[in-house]
């Protein structure tokens, strides 16, 4: 049976199994009409920003990679995590405020909105190999050493279950620098816009001038150290076999020191020594921290005039692509193929899978080359060495797992009740930048 941790759908609205948010209302929840009113009121519209409570946020959390149908889905030319669908392709949950959501219950005086962005907060990076993914439980798995030749391939190191012309592709596993470059590609390739009453743009920026991009990397927080690989490892495959791959990662266990040509007169083949080498891999924590200059400093871009939401229409807060060169390198960094370059990533459209001297495509001979062409000798091992030309893999198949999580959140004060005529009345400097209708 296959154990997955990261295919689960999870959903959660308001109301639901989010826990309780105390939120203070416009007028610090006085009646409007009660004495004392428009002095509660007043004081709500001078306080400070950074004490201005978030009323509403949605969060999608994104484990990579997704299908190149997933990414160009759901982050093609526009992204709108207020959408009201509750199943987004490539979006593992959803952690929403709303009831319905992006539609409001309580009309809401906002003052400001917060694009942010996290991705995993360490990084690291192994080499291994790529092999078919098996399809029966307790298959023994071929060992994965940390480099091989065509000679070693054809010759049968992989043992009887692996056929000279199936063997594995080099790979390299990589957790978490995938999420980083796809989140700074993103607020780089998208345009934030908050668009009212249809036409009408409150906001009109580049995400990235102003997002939160929280960085785990500040002074006191970042730093390196070594994990152990193998529970990284095992989640990454998990995703991949959800995303229906062909091939899992097999990290290295063996090391190559050389060859010998004593088996057979005309045959090469390597020798190799158990490692465990590679079961740590060093760790960075932290990464990018970015906070755009629309936010001042802060993890939130006010609005200079406060808009007005009414309760039951959609608020219009949708990025649009402006980019193609940064989402082009967003899909890439977020899919299983590398879209364009496909699971096994070449040097170059026009070079071939093996070095010279001349072995394309798979191995299909197991003959020492002649002599008269010093190309990569390798002096054998055997009591007489002798020279031998190796030729050795170039394409590679790139794992990369982590978490990305893209959310908006919107700063304000619920009006309740009569609120919305009081202020109409009485303090029509709010209800002058009404927005929303």
Same mark, same amino acid.
């Given at each position: 049976?296959? =154990?997955?941790?990261?295919?689960?759908?999870?959903?959660?609205?308001?109301?639901?199994?989010?826990?309780? +948010?105390?939120?203070?209302?416009?007028?610090?929840?006085?009646?409007?009409?009660?004495?004392? *009113?428009?002095?509660?009121?007043?004081?709500?519209?001078?306080?400070?920003?950074?004490?201005?409570?978030?009323?509403?946020?949605?969060?999608?959390?994104?484990?990579?990679?997704?299908?190149?149908?997933?990414?160009?889905?759901?982050?093609?030319?526009?992204?709108?995590?207020?959408?009201?669908?509750?199943?987004?392709?490539?979006?593992?949950?959803?952690?929403?405020?709303?009831?319905?959501?992006?539609?409001?219950?309580?009309?809401?005086?906002?003052?400001?909105?917060?694009?942010?962005?996290?991705?995993?907060?360490?990084?690291?990076?192994?080499?291994?190999? *790529?092999?078919?993914?098996?399809?029966?439980?307790?298959?023994?798995?071929?060992?994965?050493?940390?480099?091989?030749?065509?000679?070693?391939?054809?010759?049968?190191?992989?043992?009887?279950?692996?056929?000279?012309?199936?063997?594995?592709?080099?790979?390299?596993?990589?957790?978490?620098?995938?999420?980083?470059?796809?989140?700074?590609?993103?607020?780089?390739?998208?345009?934030?816009?908050?668009?009212?009453?249809? =036409?009408?743009?409150?906001?009109?920026?580049?995400?990235?001038?102003?997002?939160?991009?929280?960085?785990?990397?500040? *002074?006191?927080?970042?730093?390196?150290?070594?994990?152990?690989? +193998?529970?990284?490892?095992?989640?990454?495959?998990?995703?991949?076999?959800?995303?229906?791959?062909?091939?899992?990662?097999?990290? +290295?266990?063996?090391?190559?020191?050389?060859?010998?040509?004593?088996?057979?007169?005309?045959?090469?083949?390597?020798?190799?020594?158990?490692?465990?080498?590679?079961?740590?891999?060093?760790?960075?924590?932290?990464?990018? =921290?970015?906070?755009?200059?629309?936010?001042?400093?802060?993890?939130?871009?006010?609005?200079?005039?406060?808009?007005?939401?009414?309760?039951?229409?959609?608020?219009?807060?949708?990025?649009?692509?402006?980019?193609?060169?940064?989402?082009?390198?967003?899909?890439?960094?977020?899919?299983?193929?590398?879209?364009?370059?496909?699971?096994?990533?070449?040097?170059?459209?026009?070079?071939?899978?093996?070095?010279?001297?001349?072995?394309?495509?798979?191995?299909?001979?197991?003959?020492?080359?002649?002599?008269?062409?010093?190309?990569?000798?390798?002096?054998?091992?055997?009591?007489?060495?002798?020279?031998?030309?190796?030729?050795?893999?170039?394409?590679?198949?790139?794992?990369?797992?982590?978490?990305?999580?893209?959310?908006?959140?919107?700063?304000?004060?619920?009006?309740?009740?009569?609120?919305?005529?009081?202020?109409?009345?009485?303090?029509?400097?709010?209800? =002058?930048?009404?927005?929303?209708?």
């Amino acid at each position: 049976m296959a =154990r997955n941790l990261l295919t689960k759908k999870s959903v959660k609205f308001g109301g639901e199994s989010r826990e309780k +948010v105390m939120r203070v209302p416009f007028g610090l929840g006085a009646d409007p009409n009660s004495p004392g *009113a428009s002095g509660a009121a007043e004081k709500c519209l001078r306080c400070g920003f950074g004490n201005v409570p978030v009323v509403e946020e949605v969060v999608w959390t994104v484990p990579l990679p997704l299908t190149a149908e997933q990414a160009q889905t759901t982050f093609g030319d526009t992204v709108n995590p207020l959408s009201g669908s509750s199943s987004v392709p490539g979006v593992a949950s959803i952690d929403s405020t709303f009831l319905i959501n992006g539609i409001l219950q309580t009309d809401i005086l906002a003052q400001g909105i917060g694009v942010h962005v996290f991705c995993e907060p360490m990084s690291f990076s192994t080499i291994g190999n *790529a092999f078919t993914t098996p399809v029966t439980l307790d298959t023994t798995p071929a060992p994965s050493p940390d480099v091989f030749t065509a000679n070693d391939a054809f010759n049968g190191i992989f043992g009887a279950s692996v056929a000279p012309t199936a063997a594995p592709i080099p790979a390299v596993f990589e957790w978490g620098a995938a999420t980083w470059r796809a989140g700074w590609n993103f607020i780089n390739a998208y345009q934030f816009q908050w668009k009212t009453s249809q =036409r009408e743009l409150v906001l009109n920026e580049l995400a990235a001038d102003i997002s939160y991009f929280g960085s785990f990397a500040d *002074a006191e927080a970042s730093g390196t150290s070594e994990l152990p690989i +193998v529970e990284f490892v095992a989640l990454l495959n998990a995703q991949y076999r959800a995303q229906e791959s062909q091939t899992i990662f097999l990290p +290295v266990n063996f090391r190559r020191v050389g060859s010998v040509n004593s088996t057979s007169a005309t045959n090469n083949v390597g020798i190799f020594h158990p490692t465990r080498d590679f079961d740590l891999a060093p760790v960075t924590w932290g990464g990018l =921290r970015w906070q755009g200059y629309g936010c001042r400093g802060q993890m939130y871009r006010p609005v200079e005039s406060p808009c007005f939401l009414e309760r039951g229409i959609p608020i219009g807060m949708i990025f649009i692509a402006q980019d193609a060169v940064h989402q082009a390198q967003m899909i890439e960094a977020m899919t299983i193929d590398n879209e364009p370059f496909g699971f096994n990533v070449q040097l170059d459209v026009n070079v071939a899978g093996y070095t010279e001297p001349g072995v394309t495509g798979v191995p299909t001979s197991g003959a020492i080359t002649a002599a008269g062409a010093n190309i990569m000798l390798e002096q054998t091992l055997d009591a007489t060495p002798v020279l031998v030309q190796q030729s050795v893999n170039t394409t590679r198949q790139v794992f990369k797992g982590g978490i990305f999580k893209l959310g908006i959140k919107i700063k304000g004060w619920e009006m309740p009740g009569g609120w919305k005529s009081y202020c109409q009345t009485n303090l029509p400097q709010v209800m =002058r930048h009404n927005s929303a209708g």
